[in-house]
């Protein structure tokens, strides 16, 4: 089920605007289980680190920074999603054709298996490890930190947000699937190297699109 279509926004900014919007919405939704977890090892830390502050107040602080970087992913999308449009590859059902589909998902695959991706991985799993190495206990620090885990977590999670594009932008059991996806990422054993399979996976399903 998708909860709206392409052309239903306005042309020019006002139009973006609101697909930035909706885009951050659905982030916001998608990312919020992944950072449930960084949210409770920093609030614990935080009482003792920021005295005189309220405890929720530095945490939303670093949800605040996280989810900027979240916004600049958004207005990302947003724009990729109007150039789609405009070239009209974009279907009523919000997703693109089989062939760039089949692109898409080939290059999720890819960098599913790059060091890079594996890097950005570690760093989500590790809360108490960047704490303890980034800690920053200035005025503005709950913010810093929030937002440098952001760029972290859009480095681990782009790709995977990305296939909304594949799937179905709003697409509500789609969006369920990536957002199980992502926090299975997170919080599997490291064994399992899940990353890895969904990058197989991605492969081969791009694979049979393009052909």
């Not at 919000?94 to 290059?107: E, F, H, K, P, S």
């Not at 570690?122 to 704490?131: I, K, M, N, T």
């Not at 054993?189 to 197989?200: A, H, I, Q, T, Y």
């Amino acid at each position: 089920m998708n909860l709206f279509t392409p052309h239903a926004h306005p042309p020019g900014a006002a139009g973006y605007a609101l697909s930035v919007g909706l885009w951050f919405a659905m982030m916001v939704a998608m990312m919020l289980p992944a950072l449930l977890p960084w949210l409770r090892v920093f609030g614990e830390m935080a009482g003792d680190a920021y005295p005189g502050r309220k405890p929720a107040r530095v945490v939303t602080q670093f949800a605040a920074g996280y989810f900027v970087i979240w916004l600049g992913y958004s207005a990302a999308a947003a724009a990729s999603q109007s150039g789609l449009q405009h070239l009209t590859l974009l279907q009523l059902d919000l997703r693109v054709g089989a062939t760039v589909g089949g692109i898409l998902l080939i290059a999720a695959g890819i960098f599913q298996l790059t060091p890079l991706k594996e890097a950005c991985l570690a760093h989500c799993r590790s809360p108490l490890s960047f704490f303890l190495a980034r800690w920053d206990g200035g005025p503005s620090g709950p913010f810093k930190m929030g937002a440098r885990h952001g760029v972290w977590c859009v480095g681990c999670c782009w790709a995977l947000m990305a296939l909304s594009f594949v799937l179905g932008i709003m697409n509500l059991l789609w969006m369920a699937v990536l957002t199980a996806m992502v926090v299975a990422e997170q919080r599997a054993p490291r064994r399992w190297r899940l990353g890895r399979v969904f990058g197989v996976v991605f492969l081969a399903w791009g694979a049979v699109l393009v052909a």
